[in-house]
């Protein structure tokens, strides 16, 4: 019994001095753990590092440093949530009606506990002094670390430019964007003028899908639009069977005018002069402006009526520009840019037949293009002196400085110099440029979005346009300097046909991707590796935006034989449902083009050979044409997909054109597939071997049969 009461005693002793006792485990345990600590800061000091530099030797230290600290912290913070709950506990019991308490089968009331005072000193302040410690050596190592900071700060800024430009330069590696030394965020300005170019004589878009697309041009910094009307225009009067059926109605286009100028964008009509003037010389009645009877590429500049009838065109367009742009602003409203009709383009580019009738034989080429633009040019400034007069370049490249000065055609035109390709100075040497200068007071120049790289293309090489225009940027920047009034701007030309008997070329909704990377570039003076800085995820409204720091993948991704990146594939923008359709079609017709050139190329029962003898394998023939019947009929449900999307940005003769051009020959060369391969399924016997030559053949090759040798 005595024994037992003695345990008892002991209980009881246990439970008043709980706290006493957890603190002094508590202490112990920090004890050991710092004299642990110390230990192995004192051995890793001691270990040899004569083969690492200090700032190596400093970072596992650090590191080390840090990690024990923080162990501690951790121990001290669970050591003070363990009093604090062990102290509510306390004062929950003394609240406690009933005294009475029970350990096992041991009753015993438990002892009334004064009001507890202050811990003792060795008791309250132990985690204290730990705590100190702790924040003492966490300053020391926060100090040497600002001293580590500070040198990084100050290398920071001791890096060069170069270097800058270098590490830019690796993330456009990264995201497949063309590198053009000397373009980056510490480069050239960006040009003051970016144009965009409507093509109207292909496939021209609805107005109302045009006014749409107006905000977006302006939001990535297009200051003006360059419009090619060709037969678009609603020409009246004498002029009226210049106009095609489909032409815009007046008040459409002055409508249209006038949401250009409330967007603040400046308008430059571009009407040709010259060469390109096959919507008005196929007609009947205006054959014999003809340079050549045979050829409706070129006007004759020798014969009066040309002159007439030029004059009488240039007055139809600039008249409706003047009006419209001239009321487009309400008082009211302050436009977010100045409005302007300062330029009119008049072509003059790819003359391709000049001085070959017999009037104008008897002058040089280059007097006579030189002769015929400064007269133009002329007449429009006599009649509106506020506008200056544009023309293309190219016919000016192989003119002498002596024939560009005697004419005086400085004086009256700015060139455009356009040049779609990447190598820019190939076609446009610095001597070219010194001739410019000594002749223009300044010029304008001219890149690519689309309709560069191929007559009939579906979708635009979007890295290719977006080389040719940061090469641009360089170009300008370098060249800029020669001319006394600098280089005006940069157009970015969208051709939908290469000429007016030309077919299609890639669409303009199709073409926005790669005209919205440029143009955001061109207008900032590089392309922005940032997509916080870069303006397209917002104007485009894309949703898909990954964060290259977490995912490890840039947001942009361009590859030099993939037409466009991932990322437009999911944007909202005006036109992209076109565009999505293009991709699935261009990659439809890439599968059926691979499997008709393996079936009848490639095979070896469906050749021109097998069809020319009627003579193959029935089971082979079978095998080879059964998917040609549902590749069909995918076509022709894409064909259907293709009127519905189309129609909310083109009328019906552009969709029945675009369709014409790019599935049915497709469908049509399925047919003649299947026709060649019921041709020969339907034979039941086949000759012996070996096979005559078909006397065709003999004769379109030439070839002399041992039968038909002479004896």
Known sequence: MSLFKMHSNLWIFIWRRKLSFLLVASGLVLLGLWTWAILIDTSAAAQPSAGLSSSERQQPQQSTGYQQVHIIQKLIEQANRVLRAERLKDNAVEKSPSPVQRLGNVRFLRPTQAKKGPLPMSESFLFEQERLKILEQQQRQRNAGMEELNANAEDERMLTSAERQTQYEHELQRMGVPVVAGIGPDGPRAPAER????????????????????????????????????????????????????????????????????????????????????????????????????????ICPSQPQSMALLEQVLTQVIELHSQCLGQATPASEVPVAPIRFTHIHIGC?????????????????????????????????????????????????????????????????????????????????????????????????????????????????????????????AVIAKEGGRFSKGLRGLALTGWQRYDHFAVLCELLPVGIPSLMTSLSTVSKGYFSTNPRDNELLRVLQCVFQPDSRRSGRPWL????????????AVCNYPGHLVFKYALRLYDKLAEIGLYLQQTRDQSAWLSDYNVRHNFSSPLRVRELTGRTPMLIEELRAMAREAQQLLWEVYDEYTVTEFVEQHIYPTIEALQRQLARAEMLLQRRTWPQRPLPLPLKVQEDMGLVTHQQQPQ
């Open 349 to 473: 580019d790819e003359v391709q037949r000049m001085g070959e009738c017999n009037s104008c034989r008897q002058r040089l080429r280059s007097e006579l293009f030189l002769s015929h633009v400064v007269s133009m040019a002329h007449f429009i400034r006599r009649q509106w002196p506020q506008l200056g007069v544009v023309i293309w370049d190219d016919q000016l490249r192989s003119m002498s400085l002596s024939e560009l000065q005697h004419s005086q055609v400085g004086s009256y035109v700015e060139p455009m110099v356009w040049v779609y390709a990447s190598d820019i100075y190939r076609y446009i040497q610095p001597q070219l440029w010194d001739t410019y200068a000594k002749v223009f007071p300044s010029a304008w120049t001219a890149s690519a979005f689309k309709g560069a790289f191929g007559e009939s293309l579906l979708v635009p090489p979007l890295q290719h346009h977006l080389e040719n225009n940061i090469r641009w940027l």
């Open 557 to 568: 991704e361009l590859h030099p034989n993939a037409h466009h990146s991932q990322l437009f």
């Open 195 to 298: 144009l965009v170019h409507l093509d109207l004589k292909g496939a021209p878009p609805k107005l109302s899908f045009l006014k749409q697309l107006l905000p977006v041009l302006r939001a990535l910094g297009a200051t003006g639009l360059l419009i090619e009307y060709e037969d678009m225009f609603p020409y009246s009067g004498v002029l009226q069977p210049l106009a095609a059926h489909n032409a815009y109605k007046e008040d459409e286009l002055r409508d249209f005018l006038e949401c250009a100028a409330l967007h603040g964008l400046s308008v430059m009509p571009l009407v040709q002069t010259f060469g390109h003037m096959e919507y008005v010389l196929k007609l009947s009645g205006f054959e014999q402006l003809r340079e050549l009877a045979e050829s409706p590429q070129s």
